[in-house]
């Protein structure tokens, strides 16, 4: 399949919710590697623009006059418009370019047009602002401690002529002023001492440092919980619910390819992906297995050795800022309105009760395996149901297991959990939250 072709194919794919941005392009087996930050670009500026492409195209005719179908016209529109190369050549189908070309003049006029009663002075102001909100999060960047130091990597970027910044010296300034929009600067993360800030938007997929696995590009809030677990060099431990693997991988970093991590999955082609991320990142010490994680049967002596478990269960996601995901519900609102609420038509109450008691389920199961002492539970959601509630439920159903202290819990992050759904005011010190205004996703 034609790139282009390639790209209408995975729009089509998204507007079904078979799978995200990122899964059907960086986690893509058919996509050659150069091809897959390419594609990834193109989709999500696609996806940003698609409401004024839309509307451009249709005032156009092009689809009428070349007949062709209407997510291939956005791809190879967006190109031609919004691109310095125009349309690519590599991959892709020269008399399509041909044809779409023969129509550069009308649609540059009909953009035009487009942004003058728009009052939008560049393309950039095209992009809805529930969008440009949904991307302020910071770019972080994780060091993979399996082949290089954090100073290396600091060096690198430096090298590359990255202007490190330190966040102590901010006086006074946010983290938004600091690390402002394009500039090319980042800092060390406050908190986190293997992680890297730069600023919202810094695109590095294409970098040396993360093709060839030294950086990992994962969101500050995702790589707390093998901070949280902290599995000792030499150790057994376990991931739950592992793909796509940058967690699984972060606990390999931490533990420097000693010991062992039993990584299970129930769905196959997600965990290919985690064999090829992990694998990227060096990693040698995961096994990844194909199976529900409820069906593990913790007396096997396989596992006997389990000493830490992190869990980080299917949740509503309603943490989620910086996915691709907003630009996805975004598109369908707009080709197909009438599908656009998905999930959102259940009750969201009842779907975070059904999954707390899931998420219950998997949190008391691995705390039969015999050898665990130390286990992270871990969401990308906002509701106490699927957070202080499921805490709240797990110390309620067993006496084994308590919370740790605030003191082993991210003890410089400044957000702690609510004092609600069954838990005192205590124990809500001992768990952390993120929120998008504290620059990361919604997490617990």
């Known amino acids: 399949m034609l790139f282009y072709e390639r790209a209408a194919d995975i729009l089509g794919r998204l507007e079904r919710r078979q799978g995200s941005v ?22 999500c500026e696609t996806l940003k623009h698609a409401s004024a492409l839309s509307i451009v195209i249709e005032r156009s005719g092009l689809l009428q006059a070349e007949n062709i179908e209407a997510r291939l016209a956005l791809v190879l ?37 487009l942004k003058t009663e728009l009052g939008a002075e560049s393309n950039a102001d095209l992009v809805p602002a529930h969008l440009r909100d949904a991307a302020s999060t910071f770019r972080y960047v994780r060091v993979n401690l399996l082949v290089a130091s954090v100073d290396a990597i600091v060096k690198a970027f430096q090298d590359d002529r990255y202007r ?3 966040l102590s010296q901010a006086e006074g300034r946010s983290m938004h002023q600091v690390l402002a929009v394009k500039s090319r600067v980042f800092a060390r993360d406050p908190h986190l001492a293997d992680l890297l800030v730069f600023p919202p938007g810094t695109d590095l ?52 390819n000693r010991g062992r991590i039993f990584a299970f999955d129930m769905d196959q082609r997600r965990l290919e992906t985690l064999v090829e991320l992990t694998g990227n990142a060096k990693c040698k010490i995961i096994t990844a297995q194909c199976m529900n994680f409820l069906d593990v049967d913790p007396l096997d002596p396989s596992y006997a050795d389990v000493e ?29 309105p009438a599908g656009a609420g998905g999930d959102e038509s259940r009750s ?32 990308c959601s906002v509701h106490a149901e699927e ?41 809500a010190a001992c768990v952390v939250r993120t929120m998008p205004e504290d620059g990361t996703n919604g997490f617990f």
């Open 164 to 166: 490190l910044v330190d």
């Open 205 to 256: 997929h294409a970098h040396p440092l993360f093709v060839n696995g030294s950086v990992v590009l994962q969101d500050k809030a995702s790589c707390m919980p093998a901070h949280v677990v902290q599995p000792a060099p030499g150790s057994v431990a376990l991931d739950a619910c592992a793909a796509p693997g940058n967690k699984t991988s972060h606990m390999a970093s931490l533990m420097k």
């Open 348 to 379: 969201t109450e009842a779907r975070a009760r059904n999954l707390a008691e899931f998420q219950t389920s998997i949190v008391l199961h691995a705390m039969r395996f015999p050898g665990v002492k130390r286990i992270s539970y871990s969401t």
């Open 387 to 427: 957070n202080e509630g499921v805490v709240a439920r797990v110390l309620q159903s067993q006496s084994e297991f308590g919370l740790a202290g605030a003191d082993q819990v991210i003890p410089t992050w400044h957000r702690r959990g609510l004092e609600t759904a069954g838990l005192t005011k205590e124990q």
């Open 22 to 43: 990122k899964s059907m392009t960086v986690g893509n087996h058919y996509l050659k590697p150069e091809e897959k930050r390419k594609m990834y670009a193109l989709l």
């Open 308 to 336: 830490y478990a992190l869990l980080d269960p299917s949740c509503s996601g309603s943490g989620i800022v910086n996915r691709q995901d907003a630009l996805v519900d975004s598109y369908i609102s707009i080709v197909n």
């Open 77 to 113: 529109t967006h190109d031609l418009l919004f691109t310095r190369g125009g349309l690519q050549h590599t991959g892709a189908d020269p008399k399509l370019n041909l044809a779409i070309r023969k129509h550069k003049n009308r649609l540059t006029s009909e953009l035009e047009r």
